[in-house]
C-alpha cells in the first residue's frame, strides 16, 4: 500500500468509486499513475476528447481520478484542481487548424520549485534565463536559478553579477554535479512532499544533478559538444522521481523554444522595475520616445535602466502581445461554430 499523501495528496481516498493517483509518467497517450494500489497504467477517458480545443489534457505532475481497473485498462475520468503551471507558447506559424498548438505547451504542474538550469561553460546565455525566469513567475512557482559545471570554468563572477541583476529575488546556486560542490545548499527545497521542475536547454546538467540527488543514474548522460558546449537530449520525456529526502523531481527534455503566453503577472514580475518607471512618466500612454518628462527615457539616460533590459521587456511584451492576438484570432471562428451549433440544437429541442 502507497501512501499518496507522500506525493503531495491531501485529498479523500476515494472520490465517486473512483480513486485518486499523481500522474508521474507520460508516454504517448499512456500515463503511468502512481495510486494507494500501486503504480498502474492508464489512459484517457473518452469525455476527454470532446471539446479538446479548450480542455486541458493531464500532465506529469497533475492529481487525477481514475476509473480503476484491476484487471484491465484504468482511465482518467477527471483532473483535479492545479496549484501551479509551467507552460510555454508552441506557436510557430501553423495554420488555423492548429489551436492548440498556439494555446501552449504544458510542460509540468504542482510544483513548488522551478529549477531554471544554464551552464556556466560557453552556451551561458542571461536572456535565456531571462524568458525562464518570466514563465516560473507565471507559473506560480518559486524560481531558483541554477548556474552549473562550475569544475569547467575558472572564474564565474561575471556570470553570477549577470543572472544576479535580472533575477529579481530568485535565488542563485553555483553547483557542480562532477565534484558535488553546492549541492548541500539544495537541501532546503528538497524537502519532503515538495516538488520541484528542472527545467533548461538540452546538455544543461539536470540529468547529472538528478542521478547525483538519487544517488544512483537514472538517467543517461552524454558528452557536450566542443564546439558550442551544447548537449544533445537525454530526457526523452517528462517523468517524476522520488528523492531518497522525500522530495519530487519533474525532469523535462531540454526546450530550445521558450515561447511567452499568457504571461502578463510573469513580466510585471520580471521587469517590476521597468514597469514602475513607466507609471512614473508624465504621459499614461507615453510610448517612450521622444515624450516629455518619460521617467524611462531618463533612466536610459543616467544609467539607472539598462538599454539590455529595456530591450528585453519590450521584446518580451511584444512576443506575449502577439501570440495572444493570434490565440483569439483562432479560438473565434471555433467558438462562433460552438454557438451556432447550441443554437441549433436548441431549435431543434424547441420544435420537438
Not at 148 to 171: G, M, N, W, Y
Not at 250 to 279: C, H, K, W, Y
Not at 302 to 313: A, D, K, V
Request: with cysteine.
Amino acid at each position: 500500500m502507497i501512501d499518496l499523501g507522500q506525493y503531495g495528496y491531501t485529498g479523500e481516498s476515494s472520490v465517486d468509486d473512483m480513486i485518486p493517483g499523481r500522474i508521474t509518467e507520460l508516454r504517448r497517450d499512456q500515463y503511468i499513475i502512481v495510486t494507494e494500489r500501486g503504480e498502474i497504467t492508464a489512459v484517457l477517458k473518452g469525455t476527454f476528447y470532446l471539446d479538446s480545443e479548450t480542455k486541458e489534457f493531464p500532465c506529469v505532475g497533475d492529481f487525477v481520478l481514475l476509473d480503476y481497473n484491476e484487471t484491465g485498462v484504468s482511465r482518467i475520468a477527471k483532473l483535479l484542481p492545479r496549484w501551479s503551471k509551467f507552460s510555454r507558447s508552441s506557436f510557430s506559424g501553423r495554420p488555423a487548424g492548429y489551436v492548440r498548438a498556439v494555446q501552449g505547451q504544458v510542460v509540468a504542474t504542482n510544483f513548488d520549485y522551478v529549477f531554471i538550469f544554464s551552464s556556466l561553460n560557453f552556451d551561458f546565455n542571461v536572456n535565456r534565463v531571462m524568458r525562464y525566469l518570466t514563465l516560473a513567475w507565471q507559473s506560480d512557482g518559486q524560481p531558483v536559478v541554477i548556474l552549473t559545471k562550475a569544475d569547467l570554468v575558472e572564474d564565474f563572477s561575471a556570470q553570477v553579477a549577470e543572472v544576479r541583476e535580472i533575477a529579481q529575488d530568485a535565488p542563485i546556486h553555483v553547483i557542480s554535479s562532477q565534484t558535488g560542490n553546492g549541492l548541500e545548499e539544495l537541501n532546503q527545497y528538497l524537502q519532503p512532499k515538495k516538488t520541484v521542475v528542472l527545467l533548461g536547454m538540452s546538455g544543461v546538467g539536470k540529468s547529472s544533478l538528478l542521478n547525483a540527488l538519487m544517488g544512483k543514474k537514472v538517467m543517461k548522460v552524454r558528452d557536450i559538444r566542443e564546439a558550442d558546449s551544447r548537449g544533445r537530449h537525454t530526457t526523452t520525456h517528462r517523468q517524476l522521481f522520488m528523492l531518497p529526502s522525500g522530495a519530487m523531481v519533474i525532469d523535462t527534455p531540454g526546450m530550445r523554444e521558450l515561447g511567452l503566453q499568457s504571461a502578463d503577472e510573469g513580466i510585471s514580475t520580471a521587469f517590476a522595475d521597468v514597469e514602475g518607471l513607466i507609471t512614473e512618466c508624465r504621459f499614461s500612454n507615453c510610448r517612450h520616445q521622444t515624450e516629455p518628462d518619460c521617467a524611462v527615457l531618463a533612466a536610459l539616460d543616467n544609467g539607472s535602466l539598462s538599454r539590455e533590459h529595456w530591450e528585453r521587456y519590450l521584446i518580451q511584451t511584444k512576443e506575449n502581445k502577439l501570440v495572444e492576438e493570434k490565440v483569439s484570432s483562432l479560438k473565434e471562428p471555433g467558438m462562433k461554430r460552438k454557438s451556432a451549433n447550441m443554437e441549433r440544437s436548441r431549435k431543434k429541442k424547441k420544435r420537438k
